[in-house]
């Protein structure tokens, strides 16, 4: 384990995105940050920057007006980063993937390392996974 | 007096149609030309508020509803004009009802229907390099 | 006279969706604003088109999720107006139940982030706190703490037993504690009717000209509702009442939404006293659409949901047209931004509660020296609740 990695499982600094998607993933993130979930309890903060940011919560289908941002808030991380895929739109499209206008799923834009399905995944299952992150760092 | 009554009485002889055909709500069918001046009526003299305007492509042309809703009745009047297939165009609303900017423009991104004098029809809901002739939402 | 530019956009941690504003400045004040959307647009008019009309109520949902038991019915009272059927009385009851849970759960919601906004963290924390045994409620009838399902064509999905009413009828008198001193708190404090009364004031010609619906419509003394004006489900036969206020300024907004939890606790009550040790039917089953057209209303938590659909008797729409209130009334920020300060910006654009999901990058650009600089929406935010902190100190 290099220091990088030693220094990452400490305390993972999320950055919320949403890149075309209903609100119920995003609300469900904020969800774990109010006093019934509170996810500071394992180290984690909600930052304003992706700059800040070692974990990429993303959710949505990716729509083209998007596309570029996505890649460019993927490109503003320090790296290594890890990226989480929060919901089924960011996993595979859901329903909207016969749409016009999607340029996803995010796993064809940018390397994902968590996928968290359900529509949407409750704050219980987005803690879980990212504790399975924890866990897979050590 | 009744609002069927009313809207009779107002719109006059520009009525070409009218449909009620369920409690509630209203559909008049009236020439292009005359929009302007029956969304006037409707909207200042008539006191109704803009609720929205919806495209739709038909077989053999397009059609625009407009639809005003009057809620001391808790009616919806919906204004129906038909316009051609070839080069859809018609009198854009924007001088009467400034809220309605938006609309126009994503019925001209998603249906190529011309709103004449809209000042600032641009893209708004699709990106601005979307290939111009492509609109998604026209029947294939 | 320097111009500056302030774009607010598109993407932000705390809010939702992705919507983009552009900012003209002159100094701290703001002169004109854009509105650029279409981030978040994934095409479901279209995609509806190819979907089963049951089907049609699942993609609805997720057009917004919080609104995602408005939509549904909406587009079940527009479908039920093509076919010209009504439903039964329980399924009725049922939908009012859960419209009016989905409504104090996002009052609630918006009570929290407009306090995040003003830097009162604390509110935030607390309101989240309430709101989450309403979500166990919406689990416990429904299955699911978003996204109900619980609206079909003809009625509703399913039932809900007197245990359940029971549990409810708990839940929501601890609510009604709760939320009365909220109400207190937010009303009587000092530095909060600074920050908020006579900001963003929106007349009722500019409610007008816009077409601006819901709370900030009522805010400025424009006494609509659908829900009285042209009634469904059961709101005809409950005893409530619309919420109005004068001045159209963002604490009227707040007080509109505050009181119109209490009404929406009335309607429940009275709704759970009717479907009480009851039994009925919950669904008209429908077995085809005929040809047509059919427009259904419902007044959402933000305002007045609006779809229009038309048929020729195959298995999907030919036309599904969706109006979400936020729609009408985001560009009202045309109206209430200009005049404003940087820092009020913020609690203006939250205080329309709009579906939108603001920014993280936003760069000012000094039309005059042309030098651009990075500055973060968490930046406009802390200088919301600075000016709070100020105001608190004098």
């Known amino acids: 384990m290099n220091i990088k990695t030693r220094a990452l499982k400490k305390s993972l600094w999320v950055y919320h995105l949403s890149t075309g998607s209903c609100n119920n993933c995003d609300i469900e993130i ?44 993927y490109h503003e991380t320090p790296k290594p980063c890890f990226v989480v895929a929060v919901g089924t739109c960011a996993c595979s499209g859901n329903m909207f993937r016969s749409g016009y206008n999607m340029a996803g799923p995010l796993k064809n834009v940018i390397p994902v390392d968590v996928f968290i399905p359900g529509c949407p995944p409750g704050p219980a299952a987005i803690i879980s996974a990212v504790v399975k992150l924890l866990n897979k760092l050590k | 007096m009744k609002l069927n009554v009313l809207l009779k009485e107002n719109l006059g002889n520009m009525v070409k149609k009218f449909e009620e055909p369920a409690d509630k709500r209203i559909y008049i069918t009236i020439d292009r030309n005359n929009l302007l001046k029956c969304a006037e009526i409707i909207f200042k003299n008539l006191d109704a508020r803009y609720v929205i305007a919806s495209g739709i492509h038909n077989e053999n042309n ?19 004009v038909y316009l051609d297939k070839e080069k859809p165009e018609v009198e854009s609303l924007v001088s009467l009802i400034p809220g309605i900017e938006y609309i126009e423009r994503e019925t001209w991104e998603f249906f190529g229907i011309k709103f004449l004098n809209n000042p600032n029809l641009k893209h708004f809901l699709l990106p601005e390099d979307w290939p111009e002739g492509d609109y998604p939402v026209r029947k294939k | 006279m320097k111009k500056i530019i302030v774009p607010l956009g598109p993407d932000h941690p705390l809010f939702e969706e992705p919507e983009f504003f552009i900012l003209h400045c002159d100094g701290e004040n703001v002169v004109d604003v854009e509105w650029q959307a279409g981030y978040n647009h994934r095409g479901i008019e279209k995609i509806s088109e190819t979907k089963h009309w049951d089907q049609v109520t699942f993609l609805v949902e997720r057009i917004c999720g919080i609104c995602s038991n408005s939509h549904p019915v909406a587009y079940a009272n527009a479908v039920e107006n093509l076919l010209g059927i009504d439903i039964p009385e329980r399924a009725k009851y049922i939908r009012t139940i859960i419209s009016e849970m989905e409504r104090l759960h996002s009052h609630l919601l918006w009570a929290g982030l407009a306090g995040h906004f003003l830097g009162y963290n604390t509110v935030f924390m607390w309101v989240w706190k309430y709101r989450e045994p309403l979500l166990d409620m919406m689990e416990m009838l429904t299955g699911n703490r978003n996204n109900y399902s619980m609206i079909k064509i003809g009625g509703v999905r399913r039932d809900i037993n007197d245990e359940q009413i029971k549990a409810l009828r708990k839940t929501l008198d601890t609510l009604k504690t709760q939320n009365e001193m909220l109400t207190k708190v937010v009303l009587d404090d000092p530095v909060l009717q600074a920050r908020l009364v006579n900001v963003g004031v929106l007349t009722k010609k500019d409610i007008k000209d816009y077409g601006a619906v819901g709370p900030v419509a009522r805010a400025s003394g424009v006494d609509i509702d659908v829900r009285r004006d042209n009634p469904y489900a059961a709101y005809s036969f409950i005893d409530w009442k619309v919420i109005t206020r004068e001045n159209g300024d963002v604490f009227d907004k707040a007080v509109v939404r505050l009181l119109e939890c209490f009404e929406s606790i009335k309607i429940i009550q009275q709704c759970l006293d009717r479907i009480e040790n009851k039994k009925g039917e919950i669904l008209n089953e429908v077995k085809e659409i005929p040809p047509g057209e059919g427009i259904g209303r419902h007044e959402a938590l933000r305002g007045e949901v609006f779809h229009y659909v ?59 020296t042309r030098k651009k600089k990075n500055v973060t929406w968490t930046e406009i935010v802390r200088k919301s609740q600075e000016k709070t902190k100020k105001l608190k100190k004098s």
């Open chain 1, 30 to 73: 904020l969800d774990c940050l109010s006093p019934r979930f509170d996810i500071e309890r394992f180290g984690m903060v909600l930052v304003g920057s992706p700059k800040h940011a070692d974990v990429l919560l993303i959710t949505g289908i990716v729509t083209k007006k998007n596309l570029e941002r996505v890649k460019e808030v």
């Open chain 2, 62 to 80: 397009f059609e625009m509803l407009y639809h005003f809703s009057f809620d001391k009745d808790g009616v919806i009047v919906s204004l129906r």
């Open chain 3, 310 to 368: 038309r048929s020729d008797g195959t298995s999907s729409p030919i036309r599904h047209k969706i109006r979400a209130p936020s729609y009408v009334n985001v560009p009202t920020f045309k109206k209430s931004c200009i005049g404003q300060t940087i820092s009020d910006v913020a609690i203006i654009l939250a205080g329309v509660d709009p579906c939108y999901c603001c920014t993280e990058r936003v760069s000012v650009y000094d039309a005059n």
